[in-house]
Nanobody
């Protein structure tokens, strides 16, 4: 089982980016999915999460600007980021609780991270 994130890049303040993260492998069920970020010199922090039923939760700094969504048929989670600010600059990591095929319980998996830089 692995998570592959994509979509990061360099964008000007006020711009938008869309991150994607695909879970692949021998998967029985994908439970909660989410995005976290880590800026230089700071701890990794929650950005947003989404349950298998599409209930969402956002960190206060991104509320109203970021939208998390998922496609259960494709085992994919998205993060639409609008009105980006320089303080959003970080490496963004996707996370998912996944029950592999023939396993009785799920475990947390992490993607490799994708760099988002907001700068003029």
């Amino acid at each position: 089982v692995q998570l592959q994130a994509s979509g990061g890049g360099l964008v000007q303040p006020g711009g938008s980016l869309r991150l994607s993260c695909i879970a692949s492998g021998r998967i029985s069920r994908v439970n909660d999915m989410g995005w976290y970020r880590q800026a230089p010199g700071k701890q990794r922090e929650l950005v947003a999460t989404i349950t298998s039923g599409s209930s969402t939760n956002y960190a206060d700094p991104v509320k109203g600007r970021f939208t998390i969504s998922r496609d259960n048929d494709k085992n994919t989670v998205y993060l639409q980021m609008n009105s980006l600010k320089p303080e959003d600059t970080a490496v963004y990591y996707c996370n998912a609780n996944i029950r592999p095929f023939r396993m009785p319980y799920g475990a947390d998996y992490w993607g490799q991270g994708t760099q988002v830089t907001v700068s003029s």
